[in-house]
């Protein structure tokens, strides 16, 4: 029988990284666009001294609720605001905080998320099939899974989760409905796939691929970064945390095309594009976790940080 996910306390990630790559000197402004329970932004703000000051965003307003009693000890330091940051530039330009000393995106699902029965986020939850990071915008996972046919679920299983067996999930979701809570989602992957030792991994990628399709991770994420640029500060730093290979492909893609100054198709005589390079690449390859913060973190093992820096 599946059972309810245990609350836990969410644990920054690589969070040591993260402070030395982005906060070099004293003071400077700071956005943390997926601030969460402000475990990243404490670290930078206490790195940076009392002349820093932080923008916060994030699309959940429970872990904003969160991070603002975290984050309290700064007091006018800090700014919150609930947004997702496929918005951050209107965010910043109606708070008059930009341009940026450092950008964070943390692209994990938390721990408080996770361990909300209610959210429908993890696949040993028994509550609403919702999955919203904001649940007053958009549409429902189980809203959107009875609506969508057999061949649109299975693409969307391939496409956002590389799940092998999507076709036949996909088969059985459809069969399942109506879906209405976590646990109707999770026994329809598990009636098909049967076999115990892989369906654990199946689940976890079925539930990721639907919340980041719930959630437009990808379009935000490809946002997001565009707009990051236009808001560092020249020699500013933008620091991303992925949790899985096609995230952290579209942040590699970006960063490397964004550090050329052509971006024509190889055999031009010459550059038509009139692209020049507006980052410098600090990480070359990710950093990811060591091994004792796995042990003391296991949901960190799957992150890499990519850092740039604005020329």
Avoid: W
Avoid at 234 to 260: C, N, Q, T, W, Y
Wanted: charged share 25%.
């Amino acid at each position: 029988m599946l059972q309810p996910a245990e609350t836990s306390e969410h644990v920054p990630v690589l969070l040591a990284e993260v402070v030395s790559y982005l906060v070099r000197s004293p003071g400077g402004v700071y956005l943390d666009a997926t601030v969460g329970a402000g475990g990243h932004a404490a670290a930078l703000l206490a790195a940076a001294g009392p002349e820093a000051r932080l923008l916060g965003l994030d699309a959940d307003p429970a872990a904003l609720g969160v991070a603002r009693r975290n984050l309290a000890e700064y007091g006018g330091q800090v700014e919150l605001v609930q947004s997702n940051f496929r918005h951050m530039a209107s965010v910043a330009r109606r708070t008059g905080l930009a341009p940026f000393t450092g950008i964070l995106l943390d692209l994990g699902l938390s721990s408080l998320q996770l361990a909300d029965a209610e959210r429908g986020f993890g696949f040993r939850t028994q509550g609403r099939l919702d999955m919203r990071f904001d649940p007053a915008q958009g549409v429902a996972a189980a809203e959107m899974l009875n609506r969508l046919g057999e061949s649109e679920i299975a693409r969307l299983l391939r496409d956002f989760g590389e799940e092998p067996a999507a076709r036949r999930v996909a088969r059985e979701i459809t069969r399942s409905r109506p879906l209405r809570t976590a646990r109707d989602l999770a026994e329809a992957v598990t009636r098909a796939v049967p076999a115990a030792r892989s369906r654990e991994d199946v689940l976890a990628r079925v539930f990721m691929a639907v919340r980041i399709a719930v959630n437009d991770e990808f379009g935000a994420l490809q946002e997001g970064l565009e707009q990051a640029l236009g808001l560092l500060a020249p020699g500013g730093r933008i620091a991303v945390i992925s949790f899985h290979s096609l995230e952290d492909r579209i942040v590699k893609r970006f960063m490397a095309r964004e550090s050329r100054d052509c971006l024509c198709p190889p055999g031009l005589p010459a550059c038509v594009c009139g692209h020049r390079a507006s980052l410098r690449l600090i990480t070359r390859k990710p950093v990811v976790p060591e091994e004792a913060e796995v042990r003391r973190n296991p949901r960190s093992r799957s992150a890499k940080l990519r850092v740039a820096e604005r020329l």
